[in-house]
């Protein structure tokens, strides 16, 4: 499962107790970032050491195909919790046009095993609690790396927490419990960053390219791919006063 409750909630605990002494890093939306610093190295060993030699001997024995019809599957079942949370957003054509995609995939597609929706051109448009917390109001909040699961905020860890219990995957594989469907599904995933790697291998400091590179994309996609200049210009170059960049303005 890629948000379960117990990975998540105890890091949400410990992070602020474990940092709370630490001084203010040079980054002032990273005010933990010594604490960050050894959860990322200590996530960067479990990967090395467990996560990523399973990916790889996933990827080796089975084929693209197989790889691509359950990252469709999985895609596809959570597209109306999309909706909802667009609907949520105030973004009823977006709401719109993932259920269409649903049911295009769901019918024509198998229950969701192959894409032809977008074939059709009906894309999706991902969206989450963290997104729709944005939208509301609430500000980024501090950067935060979980044990296991990675690049966060505050903000959306507490999105992750409570879309954990809505997500079906997850829910699906609590229920049964399928544990090797929430292993397939963190498998995709884990395949799908392979791409990423020489990017961070490459970078001068893999830690600061990760949470800058996390912020971003998190920017971009509370602002539909269209941030404010004055929004992404604070982000890439901090000023002084934490409390302006924990504030991101949302829609």
């Known amino acids: 499962m890629r948000r379960s409750l117990s990975l998540i909630a105890l890091p949400l605990l410990l992070a602020p107790v474990l940092a709370a002494s630490q001084p ?8 933990y970032e010594r604490f960050n ?27 693209r195909g197989f790889r691509t ?28 046009r ?42 980024e909040g501090p950067y935060l790396v979980l044990p296991l699961l990675g690049p966060s905020g505050g903000r959306d860890a507490l999105g992750g927490t409570a879309d954990a219990f809505a997500d079906p995957v997850t829910w699906y594989v609590r229920k049964e419990p399928a544990y090797w469907l929430g292993g397939l599904d963190l498998l995709n995933l884990r395949v799908s960053l392979f791409a990423t790697e020489p990017y ?6 893999a830690y600061s390219f990760v949470r800058d ?18 929004l992404l210009e604070r982000l ?12 991101d303005d949302p829609p």
């Not at 999309?82 to 949520?88: D, G, K, R």
Request: glycine share 8%; proline share 9%; net charge negative.
């Open 24 to 31: 203010l890093a040079a980054d002032p939306a990273d005010p």
């Open 37 to 63: 610093r050894r959860v990322f190295a200590f996530n960067d060993r479990v990967d090395r050491a467990l996560v990523r030699p399973l990916a790889k001997g996933y990827e080796r024995v089975t084929p």
């Open 69 to 96: 019809v359950v990252g469709n599957f999985l895609a596809n079942v959570r597209l109306p919790l999309s909706a909802v949370h667009a609907l949520l957003q105030g973004k009823p054509r977006v709401a719109g």
């Open 98 to 139: 993932n259920l269409r995609r649903f049911g295009i995939n769901s019918t024509v597609g198998l229950l969701g095993l192959f894409d032809p929706a977008s074939g059709f051109g009906v894309h999706p448009q991902l969206e989450d609690l963290g997104q729709t917390l944005a939208v509301w109001g609430m500000p």
């Open 200 to 205: 961070v291998e490459d970078a001068y400091d």
């Open 213 to 230: 590179a996390y912020r971003q994309r998190r920017l971009y996609a509370v602002w539909d791919g269209e941030p404010p200049a004055e």
């Open 236 to 247: 890439l170059m901090p000023e002084d006063d934490p409390a302006d960049l924990l504030e």
